[in-house]
Structure formats: structure tokens, C-alpha cells
């Protein structure tokens, strides 16, 4: 077969359908990366080549200079540790914030019963190592230290027992207790190297603005459906294996934390949602927007759960959050606002107060 003379109008021809054909392969196959780039769910490596990217472009400043990028507290290694007793001490104590339940829930082997059947990590992911995912970082820091919520001054221990009594609706271990010593002894040595009073980088929750408006749990509902139900199911009870451990845990009913938890202020379960949830989120890689957070979080949180005597909580009424869903308050702003918000207000009104006490 003669090759085309590509001068003649043949020739022409079917050069112009070359390109042609050319182009439209071009546009096909950049249209499907974008595609798959943004409407489907990218696997681990594109998620992470991508948050990299973007770490690389934000931090190119004009002229080609490259700006500092945030170094976030690290958990020491448990395994560095020499001195054989006090790693087996730490790693005991590791285990008992990881799966706290299989020593202390319904089938518990330490002492069956004694809490819901969640897991401390389950609120303080990674084993409490996760940056901006309500990480221990600045206990050894902080503790022993006058809390406003019991107006009293606590060592770490009484905060251990809080997180038992409140959000693992249990009951508080002995301070001398193998299992107590091991957890409070591992909590405080993940922050060793902070210095005192010192709040590190990416400790607790990353910081997430207010809504103009009130939470709306309808559109909450929404979203849980959308973005939740997949682990925590229709009901909110979440997954359960065969030896009774929570694969997924439970966000309201009698299995799950109490209205004295953390996570019951709509602030830190926004906070814990946006950055962390679902799987595979990161404080720089979010996959909900804030609307959705705020609103998830109204939804999770009025639903039902166990109840505790708060009637102790929050003895200076002036230091009771913006969130805080039950009264009296000194602020002047209603019940019903404490609970939906819009929060700007009764936060601007507690600041002032704090300032004018001074």
C-alpha cells in the first residue's frame, strides 16, 4: 500500500483527521482525570500525592523561595525506651487506650461492666497519637492544673477517671490500680518533651470558624446518611465483632458516651468530625465542609444517650462554654442557643465578661 502523500488533498485530509482524533483522546483523557480526581473517592496514594502537592504549592512563595513547613508534635517511640519495665509499663498502657474495652467493657477480662464498650481511642484517635486528633500531647504539660468545669485542681489520674466516668459511661478506676498507673504513665510520657504550660503544634482539635446561623440536625441527618451510616450504621449503633469490641462505635444510645462527655459539645464533635471523619480524613485533607461538620454534629448529638448529674459541673457560671447545652448561665443567652448556636454571639459576650473581670 503507497504511503499518503500528505501535499495532496488526500493526503490533507486525512491529516486533519489525525489531529482531529488526536484532540479529542487529549480531551477525553483529561476530562477522566478530572473525573476521577474530584467525584470519586481517590485511594490512599493519590490522596496523599495530592495533599502533597498542595503542601508543595501553598508553600512556594512568588520569587521561588519556599516558605517553613509546620512541624507538628510526634509521639515518641514506646520501643526507644530502654528500661525494660517502664516499656512494658508503656505498652500495657498503650493497650488499655487502644482497646479499652476488651479489659473493661461488657465482656471486659479486668472487670466486665465497667464501661460502655468503647475505646479511649475511639475519641483520642491513633492511641491518642493523631495530630489534631485530640491527641495527649499536652497533659504532661498541663497537668495537675485548676479546671473550671469541677473547680477544682486535678492530677492526671482524675482526668483519666472523667474520660471513664463520662465518655466511656463507666465507672473510675483506683489510682493504684496496675491498669491506671500503666495508662497514666503512658498518657504522660507521649508528651515529655513539651515544656511546661506549652500547648505544641496540632495538639487537641484544629480550629473550626463559626456558623452565622443556628445548627440545623435535619440537614445533619443528611449528611450523617451520606458520609456516616457506612460504619455507624442506619441506627447509630455502629459494628460490633463476635468477642463484643466495637469495630465502629456507637454515637447515641445506652452503649454510647454520656451528655458529660467532651464529644457532647457540638464544638469538639464539629472539630473531631471535620478533621478526622469519615476514614481517611486529615487536618489537611478534609472531606466535609463546615456546614456539614457543624450540622452532623447537631444531628449525632441530639439523639439520645445516658445522662449524668451534672449539677456539680461549672461552679463559676461566668467559665461555662458557649456550647454548654444545659443551664443557668451568667451570659444572658438561652438554653436552646447554647445548644444550636449561632455561638459567635454568647463567645463574644464571655470574652467581654473575662476581660472586664480582670
Request: charged residues 20%; proline residues 7%; aromatic residues 10%.
Amino acid at each position: 500500500m503507497a504511503k499518503p502523500n500528505w501535499m495532496d488533498p488526500l493526503g490533507q485530509k486525512l491529516l486533519r483527521q489525525l489531529l482531529g482524533l488526536t484532540s479529542f483522546l487529549v480531551a477525553m483523557i483529561v476530562l477522566l482525570s478530572i473525573y476521577i480526581g474530584y467525584f470519586t473517592q481517590p485511594t490512599p496514594w493519590v490522596q496523599q500525592w495530592r495533599a502533597s502537592f498542595r503542601s508543595l504549592a501553598t508553600n512556594i512563595e512568588e520569587g521561588g523561595g519556599a516558605k517553613p513547613v509546620m512541624e507538628y508534635w510526634q509521639a515518641p517511640d514506646v520501643l526507644a525506651v530502654a528500661d525494660s519495665a517502664q516499656r512494658a509499663q508503656l505498652l500495657y498502657g498503650k493497650e488499655l487506650v487502644a482497646y479499652t474495652a476488651q479489659y473493661f467493657g461488657p465482656n471486659g477480662k479486668i472487670k466486665a461492666g465497667n464501661t460502655n464498650g468503647l475505646n479511649c481511642q475511639n475519641c483520642h484517635l491513633e492511641a491518642g497519637t493523631k495530630v489534631f486528633g485530640n491527641n495527649y500531647s499536652r497533659v504532661a504539660a498541663t497537668y495537675p492544673k485548676l479546671r473550671a468545669r469541677s473547680g477544682q485542681v486535678e492530677d492526671v489520674v482524675k482526668r483519666i477517671n472523667d474520660c471513664f466516668e463520662r465518655s466511656l459511661n463507666g465507672t473510675a478506676l483506683t489510682a493504684d490500680s496496675p491498669e491506671m498507673q500503666a495508662m497514666a504513665a503512658y498518657i504522660q510520657f507521649l508528651g515529655k518533651e513539651v515544656p511546661k504550660g506549652e500547648k505544641p503544634p496540632g495538639s487537641g482539635f484544629k480550629d473550626l470558624a463559626f456558623l452565622n446561623r443556628a445548627l440545623d440536625p435535619v440537614h445533619g441527618e443528611a449528611v450523617y446518611v451520606e458520609k456516616c451510616i457506612s460504619c455507624h450504621q442506619v441506627d447509630g449503633q455502629g459494628v460490633i465483632d463476635a468477642a463484643g469490641v466495637y469495630t465502629y462505635p456507637p454515637l447515641w444510645g445506652p452503649l454510647s458516651y454520656n451528655d458529660g462527655a467532651g464529644l457532647y459539645r457540638m464544638s469538639n464533635f464539629a472539630k473531631y468530625v471535620k478533621w478526622n471523619m469519615p476514614q481517611g480524613a486529615s487536618h489537611d485533607e478534609a472531606q466535609l465542609t463546615d456546614e456539614e461538620a457543624w450540622d452532623v454534629a447537631a444531628w449525632v448529638n441530639t439523639q439520645p444517650r445516658p445522662s449524668k448529674d451534672l449539677s456539680g459541673d461549672w461552679p463559676d457560671l461566668s467559665k461555662k462554654p458557649y456550647d454548654h447545652p444545659f443551664g443557668p448561665y451568667a451570659d444572658g443567652f438561652s438554653e436552646e442557643q447554647h445548644k444550636l448556636g449561632p455561638f459567635g454571639p454568647i463567645k463574644a459576650k464571655l470574652d467581654a465578661m473575662a476581660v472586664a473581670a480582670k
